[in-house]
């Protein structure tokens, strides 16, 4: 195991969607371990290194709240901005009027998390590539506010804020135990992007990440 580190993030909203809605975005309870890789991804990564979920702590009661928003039913093709990229006079937007449709979302509201995790070395590593290196970069950043891209829970338009925890992590405002059903757990795009899914158990606002993936096994 590599070095670990213990993260506090919070935010007004966060949306971890179901991938059975098809069409409405319904949320999750907590935070979903690929969503909490991609903000420590965001903080540090390198192809040298390779998170790992650990822990997740629910530091704020689970509340949720309905909002309807604006989405776009498209994007902009791919052969577009190549051709733009090569000079060409082309229209790299959206008309307005077309293609936008209106959903409902069952958000979270007011979240706040703790993540314990720590990385590891892949093959990708260099020779002065050591654990070492990379933990203490991730501590500067991680103090100094820093990022290489804004984090978000979810969905880009709701951001993360987030603190290093130095000392011991913030108490969960649950005890006992809720078990939380089956949750995605991550993305293996190694496999044609094959969705991986593990149960999930909060025992005292904690979900023990690992400790799930080895009683309940992965789906």
Not at 31 to 50: D, F, Q, V, Y
Request: charged residues 30%; glycine residues 8%; contains cysteine.
């Amino acid at each position: 195991m590599g070095y670990g580190v213990r993260l506090k993030v919070w935010g007004d909203y966060a949306c971890f969607t179901r991938p059975e809605m098809k069409t409405e975005r319904v949320s999750y309870d907590v935070m979903t371990p690929s969503a909490a890789r991609g903000i420590l991804e965001a903080i540090h990564w390198k192809p040298a290194i390779c998170w790992k979920i650990d822990k997740i702590h629910v530091l704020n009661p689970i509340k949720f709240d309905n909002i309807r928003r604006n989405e776009r039913g498209g994007k902009i093709p791919a052969a577009k901005v190549k051709s733009a990229l090569r000079g060409k006079d082309v229209a790299l937007f959206q008309d307005q009027s077309q293609g936008a449709v209106q959903r409902a979302s069952l958000l979270l509201r007011d979240v706040c998390y703790g993540i314990e995790a720590h990385f590891e070395l892949t093959d990708e590593a260099g020779p002065d590539e050591t654990v070492e290196k990379h933990y203490n970069i991730m501590l500067r950043r991680m103090r100094k506010g820093q990022c290489f891209y804004q984090p978000y829970f979810g969905c880009r338009e709701f951001p993360v804020r987030f603190e290093l925890v130095e000392g011991e992590m913030p108490k969960s405002c649950y005890t006992g135990e809720k078990d939380l059903g089956f949750m995605l757990y991550d993305i293996d795009f190694a496999d044609d992007m094959k969705a991986i899914f593990y149960r999930a158990v909060m025992v005292d606002g904690i979900i023990d990440v690992q400790r799930c993936l080895a009683f309940g096994g992965v789906s």
